[in-house]
């Protein structure tokens, strides 16, 4: 059932949806019920619009399903590759072998850059600084590059920093102290800084074939 009507709402379902533990569930399912009391619908349960509403919801549904498969054969097919660059990806802490697997589709071989800068500049998040005669422009990105990958890495700063609650990130220190130090900064300029960092840092552990560790991070 889909909840679109108090009477559709499957309590078992929700107490026992994989990844949602109890008190979550719990809580989850309360918030429907006070929900449901409170609510009244404009329409009934079979008009067409729900009906519409329904079939929607159903579409969601299959395409995540199909969408959690693709990333399980990627994944697989990643370990299959020569260099363990996967397993490398993973070792930050807030990557998930989905984000690993987006990320290594995106930039392909990482090893064929020839430094951090030109993986910058593929990406697109290298700076251009601009001057004319007394006026110097503020510098800013080129945005030339792979947008996909930049809306990858953006939104695995946000991972990181999320991740560093429970597993130390040097990117997930650099990007709190940049925020809690730079009131003038826009939040977008310091998420842009913390992605040269990353892309340094992976371009290093992949260059090396290393695993990420935190101390040793902290002294480079």
């Known amino acids: 059932s889909l909840f679109q009507y108090p009477q559709g709402i499957n309590l078992h ?11 979550r569930a719990n809580y989850l399912a309360q918030r429907l019920l006070n929900l449901a009391n409170i609510a009244y ?10 009906i519409q509403a329904r079939d929607y919801a159903q579409r969601l549904i299959t395409l995540t399903s199909k969408r959690k498969a693709v990333v399980t054969q990627m994944v697989t097919m990643a370990n299959q590759l020569k260099h363990d660059d996967l397993s490398i990806l993973t070792s930050i802490p807030g990557i998930s072998n989905t984000t ?7 930039l392909g071989d990482i090893r064929r850059f020839r430094n951090p800068n030109t993986l910058n500049a593929f990406v697109g998040v290298d700076l251009r600084h601009y001057e004319l005669g007394q006026f ?9 590059g792979n947008a996909m ?5 953006y939104r695995i700063i946000g991972q990181i920093a999320s991740a560093s609650r429970y597993h130390h ?11 809690k130090s730079s009131q003038s900064r826009s939040s977008k300029k310091i998420a842009i800084a913390a992605v040269h960092k990353l892309i340094r840092t992976i371009y290093h552990l992949i260059i090396y074939g290393q695993k990420y560790d935190y101390q040793l991070a902290n002294h480079h």
């Open 41 to 50: 619908p404009s329409v009934p349960v079979d008009f067409p619009q729900v």
């Open 136 to 144: 110097t422009a503020a510098d800013h990105i080129s945005k030339r």
């Open 100 to 106: 690993a697997v987006l990320l290594l589709s995106t």
């Open 13 to 23: 379902k929700i107490f026992y949806t994989p990844g949602i533990g109890y008190h």
């Open 169 to 179: 990130c040097h990117i997930a220190d650099y990007y709190s102290q940049k925020k």
């Open 149 to 153: 990958a930049r809306k990858i890495l």
